[in-house]
């Protein structure tokens, strides 16, 4: 009798450690699933941060003060260039492009939005005005094309 009790202890035992072990493999993976949650929340987290942050540059950067250019004929020789954008522009310089013709020399020039400088401009050597004159400014190295109105 002692003989089946020890045995059937023996068993009980055995069992009792395969549970304990199934237990703590099950404990293990158990962890290892939380810690690549953790890991995969984490990265969404950032995720999420750098698009609310690029969204806010975005939008910020879109509503910013900016200039825009328009050249009003004002006479036959006579124009203004017109600042119609929201925001100031300084260093507005009209490059040489397109030349021969002659005009006022509009170089580091400052227009508040709204703000016109008046400038006289005619052809030269038998060509006519340009259709166009490029701007730079102060923020805007590459030339930007500006349309001259015709008569």
Known sequence: MALWI?????????RSANAAEASVEEARLSRMASERS???AE???????????????EEEEASRPRPD?????????????????????????????????????????TLQAGDAKPFT???????PIPSTLWLTWDGQSEEVPVAVPGL
């Open 6 to 14: 020890s045995i059937r202890a023996q068993r009980d035992g055995r």
């Open 43 to 57: 990265e969404t987290l950032a995720d999420q941060r750098q698009e609310v942050a690029t969204r806010r540059a």
């Open 69 to 109: 250019f328009r050249i009003e004929r004002s006479g036959r020789q006579a124009f203004r260039l017109r600042n119609t954008g929201t925001g100031p522009a300084t260093g507005i310089t009209v490059s040489d492009r397109g030349r021969p013709y002659m005009m006022d020399n509009i170089v580091n020039l």
């Open 38 to 40: 953790a890991t995969v």
């Open 121 to 127: 401009m005619l052809g030269a050597a038998g060509h």
